[in-house]
């Protein structure tokens, strides 16, 4: 399913979504299978691989599964099993050594 408009599943869907905007998974929402999306709101459930700007598993949400974001929010008591890829992101900066010969 390819889409340019937010997306609500409050149901069961197995497939992949691609989406330019929101896709948020109500509580009784299940999704199988891939997505990607700009944002990724999860009420309910969902296994697979997402690929998304942002990621939010809510109090009641679980993933299973990889996920490859910028931002992943785990509320408390959510649920994620798998896999984070941080996308997007500037390397750690890495300490200068100093050469105490030269001071």
Same mark, same amino acid.
């Given at each position: 399913? /390819?889409?340019?408009?937010? !997306?609500?599943?409050?149901?069961?869907?197995?497939?992949?979504?691609?989406?330019?905007?929101?896709? +948020?998974?109500?509580?009784?929402?299940?999704?199988?299978?891939?997505?990607? /999306?700009?944002? !990724?709101?999860?009420?309910?459930?969902? %296994?697979?691989?997402?690929?998304?700007?942002?990621? %939010?598993?809510?109090?009641?949400?679980?993933?299973?599964?990889?996920? %490859?974001?910028?931002? !992943?929010?785990? %509320?408390?008591?959510?649920?994620?099993?798998? +896999?984070?890829?941080?996308?997007?992101?500037?390397?750690?900066?890495?300490?200068?050594?100093?050469?105490?010969?030269?001071?």
């Amino acid at each position: 399913m /390819t889409l340019t408009c937010n !997306l609500y599943v409050d149901g069961d869907f197995e497939g992949s979504i691609n989406s330019k905007n929101e896709v +948020n998974v109500g509580k009784h929402g299940h999704i199988k299978g891939d997505l990607i /999306t700009k944002r !990724l709101v999860v009420q309910g459930y969902v %296994e697979g691989t997402i690929n998304a700007e942002i990621v %939010e598993i809510k109090s009641a949400g679980r993933v299973s599964g990889t996920i %490859e974001s910028a931002e !992943l929010v785990i %509320e408390s008591k959510g649920v994620f099993e798998g +896999n984070s890829i941080v996308k997007d992101i500037e390397s750690a900066p890495t300490k200068k050594k100093i050469d105490l010969a030269k001071s």
